[in-house]
């Protein structure tokens, strides 16, 4: 990584080779192995959730994994081709995989913290107490409450101003309910899920090739000498095209209303509208990573594009839940006020997506603005 | 009205006088005779809606009865007191019941454009037509289609990707049957109850003050020479007040999402939080015709004025559609999937009221910084 410190940006500069490349590969490849090591000693096979340390290697694994995918694909000339082919899909299988669990606990955190937000900043295990006694609808057998404390409420005008006894409140706490049923379920499955995988000879084949990676990067034989540049500049290219195909005008419109068009559609799967900017926020990571090959640890922290990415982050968590809230409200003899408040949930969320694309446009016109 | 032409900001011009308040109740006062001759040959009393004449009939009388009560709260020292005490209420009454068929035709309409733009662009009445054969779940009777064409849809940038055969989609319909069912009845009732009201001795005791009026203004002996300017100050500094007690910070920060705040809060009437808005949108009208008097027929259209008047007005609007969808998902026995429609429903609406008062912080703020 010798060569880590030059700035790319400087046509003067020297180019950054196929051996920075290497270098990155290498350091991810054994951060990986690391963060598998302490995945399994840190007793992963407990139950969902797990200790705080296994969350944290399966992050670092999914980390790792990510860049080294990632740079297989942005720099895909330079490797060997048969290798890399072959291990990409193994690599977006391990991350997916061990993705989901922490995905479905953060989407049930997200909607439990939005409903308690709607409720008025009432303390949710409250609310959720007088599920029972306060069933009047009779339609659904006895639900368990929320198990999870529900965080601190959002910005709060009106602190409580009505006590929380109403039927539309029950619905709250009842969809709340149901969402902590339906959501800890997928993650409990996720966590099997993931245990498998870890446990496969699939995944054993994994390890063992990131393990020679960590030794030694095929590259191609022009590759120590190539410069890295041209492809990185691929890559933000294709990011900025992605970009431009964007709804921003509209998006960079406060209030537009757009994102909550299929609101009442019948498929609960997130909306087709979602799609290019799902499509940018991969982009984004894409170029990040190649940032990160090309200027090493030396890589300045753009906040800019790290608040891009954080929008788009949000994007799809918003999308994801209000995708979660559409489908439990399809969930066979809820009551009527379950439905409602699982309702006022969608769009909520709904509306967060068109915030984040918001957020995201503020951002991206900073940056095009103010780019150094 | 010889003095309407003077600029009442120009301290080296000369006092509008108590004869300009006479000159301009004097012309109220006519045109509120006017149009309620006008209502009465244009056959007020057939169905609710009535012809277009007729509505417009009543929107004049009300626009001058709101002048005429207005005036007199704003210039009430200036006024023989027990007179302008008795007429207030009446006046008020007089425009409050008027004013009711047309709100709730027109939340009606507010509302089946919002499913309508809800559901994705395609049209209403053809999702209508599929309730009674898709109706699965069974709990409701058969629900009268909505009658009204439904107004063209808002921005829809995926214009019916999916066919809307789905279960929410009948709940789209659904709730669309069902609000129209509880708002054309109250539109119904309101119509009734301001006919009785027209031909009601109380009204008729009201025409014969506002004949008098017409010719007679009931000024104090003082008020002919008496400055206006002071009192219309007071006025505008009564709105100013108001203005600085509203969360304008807030407001100004788009996607704050403070208005879904109580969202779930079990009292569907309207929100606590809205009152203040509310309170300004009379302050901000009692200011307005406080300068009509002032500058007469020669004000100058203060389009920044108008459009935060106008964004008051949706606030009000979005206000009460937001609550009556609340109320639509009381009603007992509807179905999961109507419930689920009237909450995402009711969380548009609330985002709408939270769009109003960006809106209004937005006109306000140019106001007050480029003020003449």
Chains 1, 2 share one sequence.
Not at 241 to 250: E, I, K, Q, Y
Not at 331 to 355: C, K, N, W
Request: proline share 7%.
């Amino acid at each position: 990584m010798a060569q880590q410190h030059l700035d790319p940006t400087d046509p003067t500069a020297g180019a950054v080779t196929g051996d920075a490349l290497a270098g990155y590969l290498r350091a991810q490849a054994t951060e990986f192995l690391r963060a598998l090591r302490l995945h399994r000693e840190t007793g992963a096979g407990a139950a969902a959730g797990g200790s705080e340390e296994s969350v944290d290697a399966a992050r670092a694994l999914r980390r790792s994994a990510r860049r080294i995918s990632a740079s297989l694909h942005t720099f895909r000339p330079l490797l060997d081709t048969d290798w890399s082919e072959a291990i990409r899909p193994e690599l977006a299988w391990v991350s997916g995989t061990l993705a989901m669990e922490h995905a479905y606990a953060a989407r049930l955190e997200r909607l439990l913290q939005a409903l308690h937000r709607l409720s008025g900043a009432t303390a949710l295990p409250a609310q959720a107490g007088v599920v029972d006694i306060a069933d009047a609808t009779g339609t659904a057998g006895r639900i368990p409450a929320p198990q999870k404390e529900a965080p601190p409420a959002g910005p709060a005008t009106h602190p409580a101003a009505t006590p929380d006894r109403g039927n539309l409140t029950v619905g709250a706490a009842k969809s709340g309910a149901l969402l902590d049923r339906q959501l800890t379920l997928a993650r409990t499955r996720a966590h099997s899920t993931a245990l498998q995988a870890l446990g496969s000879s699939r995944f054993h084949a994994v390890a063992d090739n990131i393990a020679v990676l960590a030794s030694e990067v095929p590259l191609t034989p022009a590759a120590a000498t190539a410069d890295l540049r041209p492809l990185a500049a691929a890559a933000e290219e294709r990011l900025t095209d992605a970009v431009a195909g964007l709804p921003l005008v509209t998006a960079g419109h406060p209030y537009n209303a757009a994102a909550l068009i299929h609101g009442l559609s019948p498929d609960p799967a997130p909306h087709p509208q979602d799609a290019p900017w799902h499509q940018v926020r991969l982009l984004l990571r894409l170029h990040r990573y190649a940032r990160e090959v090309l200027h090493g640890d030396s890589d300045p922290v753009d906040v800019r594009l790290l608040a891009a990415g954080q929008s788009l982050n949000r994007h799809r968590d918003a999308s994801e839940a209000a995708a979660a809230a559409a489908q439990a409200a399809r969930t066979p003899r809820i009551a009527p006020a379950t439905a409602y408040a699982l309702g006022v949930l969608h769009a909520d969320q709904r509306h967060e997506v068109e915030a984040a694309r918001f957020a995201f446009q503020q951002s991206w016109q900073r940056q095009t603005v103010g780019t150094p």
